[in-house]
C-alpha cells in the first residue's frame, strides 16, 4: 500500500500541527481510494448555569464537561469577593458547594477554567454558575 497526503508525506500516519482539512490517498495494487479528516482546535468547557447542591441527587456537583482538550489545567471557583473557594486540576472532580467545610451562600459565583488544547495552546475561559438550594 503506498499513501499520499496533501500535506506530502507518503506515511501511512501523519502528525498534524495546525487545524485544517487533510486528504489522503491510499493506492494497493493500482486501485486507490481517497478519504479526509477535518482537525480542529476547537477547545472549551461545556459548563452548566446553575447547580443545586441540596443533596436530593440531581445537579449537586458543578463541574463541566471538556470538549476538544490535550490537557484539563483547572477549574477555580470565585466569591463576589474574588476569595477562591474551589480549585481542582482533574476534571472529575467538582465543587459540591461548600468552603472550609461549610456550605456557602445561594449567590452567583465566578468560574475561570484553563484547557491546553491538542496543538498545546493555553485557552482560558470565565463564566458565572448560580448556586441554588
Given at each position: 500500500v503506498s499513501y499520499?497526503?496533501?500535506t506530502g508525506s507518503t506515511q501511512?500516519?501523519?502528525r498534524i500541527t495546525e487545524p485544517g482539512q487533510y486528504y489522503v490517498i491510499a493506492?494497493?495494487?493500482g486501485c486507490s481510494g481517497t478519504d479526509s479528516v477535518t482537525v480542529s482546535n476547537d477547545c472549551y468547557m461545556d459548563v452548566p448555569n446553575a447547580f443545586t447542591p441540596n443533596g436530593d441527587g440531581a445537579n449537586d456537583i458543578f463541574r463541566?464537561?471538556?470538549v476538544g482538550i490535550k490537557q484539563f489545567n483547572y477549574l477555580k471557583v470565585f466569591n463576589r469577593w474574588g476569595e477562591t473557594v474551589?480549585?481542582?486540576n482533574d476534571y472529575n472532580v467538582g465543587w459540591d458547594g461548600t468552603y472550609k467545610g461549610e456550605r456557602v451562600e445561594q449567590d452567583v459565583y465566578v468560574w475561570k477554567v484553563m484547557l491546553t488544547d491538542v496543538f498545546g495552546k493555553r485557552h482560558a475561559y470565565i463564566g458565572r454558575v448560580t448556586l441554588l438550594y
Amino acid at each position: 500500500v503506498s499513501y499520499l497526503w496533501s500535506t506530502g508525506s507518503t506515511q501511512q500516519a501523519v502528525r498534524i500541527t495546525e487545524p485544517g482539512q487533510y486528504y489522503v490517498i491510499a493506492t494497493l495494487e493500482g486501485c486507490s481510494g481517497t478519504d479526509s479528516v477535518t482537525v480542529s482546535n476547537d477547545c472549551y468547557m461545556d459548563v452548566p448555569n446553575a447547580f443545586t447542591p441540596n443533596g436530593d441527587g440531581a445537579n449537586d456537583i458543578f463541574r463541566g464537561i471538556p470538549v476538544g482538550i490535550k490537557q484539563f489545567n483547572y477549574l477555580k471557583v470565585f466569591n463576589r469577593w474574588g476569595e477562591t473557594v474551589f480549585y481542582t486540576n482533574d476534571y472529575n472532580v467538582g465543587w459540591d458547594g461548600t468552603y472550609k467545610g461549610e456550605r456557602v451562600e445561594q449567590d452567583v459565583y465566578v468560574w475561570k477554567v484553563m484547557l491546553t488544547d491538542v496543538f498545546g495552546k493555553r485557552h482560558a475561559y470565565i463564566g458565572r454558575v448560580t448556586l441554588l438550594y
